[in-house]
């Protein structure tokens, strides 16, 4: 069991317990070596290496404990951080849990246009979000009738096959269950990705900013490969054409004195045609290796 005093004196780190975001949570803190024993059915562990704790929510809850104060540091989703009106800084997007939070309307009901919806019944798990939106529209349009904006917990995409709801607004990744149940987004309120937060009043800020810094090094490793190759002197300058760096490449002599070694992070989106391009300056033992962590 823990106790309140488990945590006095340690920085809280809200990890979502579930779902999209949990799994890539967990990649992104073992990659900042923050490590961890969870037990069974327990949604608090404490971290072994450093003075943190680690606690496991629902993704809609940790804006509103980060906002209070009750918890630190938090990761979730731009559109609940959004939807919950939460008073918290984004510290840093994480880029993954990329989603789009859009209207959605029948295939069948020939509606392409927001203001077509004026006066119609919504149905969304984002109430706020939505019920703001649809404020303004009804205001714009001088409506007479006012839109409708009633709250669900979940399949929000049967509302209007139940008669329910003339439109929703959810949530869309793939568009595969929208898809499967005939809907179409006309317009998007939020795009969003899982971000890192934080309690705007930083009772940890050393090691906040420690966490921060290294979690950034993870994301940014993930974008990148390392890669050494040696290539003729004659040739540095259009080497340095096709792979630049970040800041520029580390050049370090051969004993045979026309060539040299070159090392230089790649973008990994980038590295195959890079390499085709070495090779055609005519580089050699071109190595690529991943990049677990890295600073900026």
């Given amino acids: 069991m823990f106790s309140p005093a488990d945590l006095s004196n340690r920085l809280v780190l809200a990890i979502p317990k579930k779902g999209r975001l949990y799994e890539k949570s967990l990649q992104l803190l073992a990659g900042a070596d923050i490590q961890f024993y969870r037990k069974n059915?327990?949604?608090?562990?404490?971290s072994t290496n450093l003075d943190v704790a680690l606690v496991f929510l629902p993704a809609s809850d940790i804006p509103k404990f980060v906002s209070d104060g009750t918890v630190d540091l938090g990761i979730t989703g731009q559109d609940v951080v959004k939807e919950a009106r939460a008073d918290v800084d984004e510290v840093l997007a994480l880029g993954f849990g990329q989603c789009d939070l859009c209207i959605q309307v029948p295939e069948a009901s020939g509606i392409t246009d927001p203001k077509h919806l004026v006066g119609k019944r919504i149905v969304t798990s984002f109430e706020n979000i939505a019920g703001e939106y649809f404020a303004e529209l009804d205001k714009q349009q001088a409506a007479t009738k006012e839109t409708t904006v009633s709250f669900v917990s979940g399949s929000v995409e049967a509302a209007c096959a139940l008669g329910l709801a003339d439109a929703i607004v959810d949530l869309v990744e793939s568009g595969e269950t929208m898809r499967a149940a005939g809907l179409q987004r006309i317009h998007t309120l939020v795009s969003s990705q899982a971000v890192l937060i934080a309690n705007k009043r930083r009772l940890h800020p050393e090691l906040a900013a420690k966490i921060t810094s290294r979690i950034r090094g993870v994301i940014l490793a993930g974008k990148y490969v390392y890669c050494n190759y040696n290539v003729p002197r004659s040739k540095i300058d259009e080497a340095?054409?096709?792979?630049?760096?970040?800041?520029?490449?580390?050049?370090?002599?051969?004993?045979?004195?026309?060539?040299?070694?070159v090392s230089v992070m790649v973008k990994k989106s980038e590295v195959a045609?890079?390499?085709?391009?070495?090779?055609?300056?005519?580089?050699?033992?071109i190595l690529v290796f991943s990049i677990s962590?890295?600073?900026e």
């Fill in 240 to 261: 340095f054409k096709v792979t630049p760096g970040r800041k520029a490449p580390t050049v370090a002599p051969l004993e045979n004195g026309d060539w040299v070694a």
């Fill in 293 to 295: 962590n890295c600073r």
């Fill in 41 to 46: 059915r327990l949604d608090i562990a404490l």
């Fill in 273 to 285: 045609e890079k390499m085709d391009r070495l090779e055609e300056l005519g580089a050699t033992d």
